[in-house]
């Protein structure tokens, strides 16, 4: 069974560093590429980051992009999203979720998510 | 950035009822469109991806088209565990893949 989880959140104040990691199980790692993607209390979806297979390529949303880093280690089938200089608006529900080996981009599946709280 | 319109933005049906969502892209996405369905306290879920093609152990009742800048998520005869929020989701112009806001079914 392909599993997900990812840990790491919690509350934390505004200009301050959180790392979130997921561990997964159940499938090969290091064949897929792998995602972050946010749900704000109540709102939509929206995509965070990702990062190729082997790590050499990854691609963040403007919003985060400087603040954010997307890495992998497969070697322990995990994915991390270090998360600095934290804002208000960062405060979500944090899914990792695994792309589609035929597209990147087809989150499939996806944990079941961590929250964020960004607040002084 | 490619803007996802869903509408409507809730849906009152009964189940047994024919369910149509629509989402329109703010350009041509070919058909690199995916649909997920989301439950309360639970992650989104994988409907279809590439338009029309269902992810694997989703229900015939659930099919997908369209192509371009319109397209469609049928449900043929609604289940009352298929009550819940849909999201569409684009990937032709990536980064960002990009989220529609939501059309939220419940029941009547």
């Known amino acids: 069974e392909v599993q997900l989880v990812e840990s790491g959140g919690g509350l934390v104040q505004p200009g301050r560093s959180l790392r979130l990691s997921c561990e997964t199980s159940g499938f090969t790692f290091s064949n897929y590429w792998m995602n972050w993607v946010r749900q704000a209390p109540g709102k939509g979806l929206e995509w965070v980051a990702n990062?190729?297979?082997?790590?050499?390529?990854?691609y963040y949303v403007d919003s985060v992009k400087g603040r954010f880093t997307i890495s992998r280690d497969n070697a322990k089938n995990s994915l991390y999203l270090q998360m600095n200089n934290l804002r208000a608006e960062d405060t979500a529900v944090y899914y990792c979720?695994?792309?589609?080996?035929?597209?990147?981009?087809?989150?499939?599946?996806w944990g079941q998510g961590n929250l964020v709280t960004v607040s002084s | 950035e490619i803007v996802l319109t869903q509408s409507p933005a809730t849906l009152s049906l009964s189940p047994g009822e024919r369910a149509t969502l629509s989402c329109r892209a703010s350009q041509s996405v070919s058909s690199y469109l995916a649909w997920y369905q989301q439950k309360p306290g639970q992650a989104p879920r994988l409907l279809i991806y590439?338009?029309?093609n269902r992810a694997t152990g989703i229900p015939a009742r659930f099919s997908g088209s369209g192509s371009g800048t319109d397209f469609t998520l049928t449900i043929s005869s609604l289940e009352p565990e298929d009550f819940a929020v849909y999201y569409c989701q684009q990937r032709s112009n990536w980064p960002p893949a990009t989220f529609g806001q939501g059309t939220r079914l419940e029941i009547k």
């Open positions: 979720a695994r792309g589609m080996i035929i597209a990147a981009n087809w989150f499939d599946p």
């Open positions: 590439d338009a029309s």
């Open positions: 990062i190729k297979q082997d790590g050499s390529e990854t």
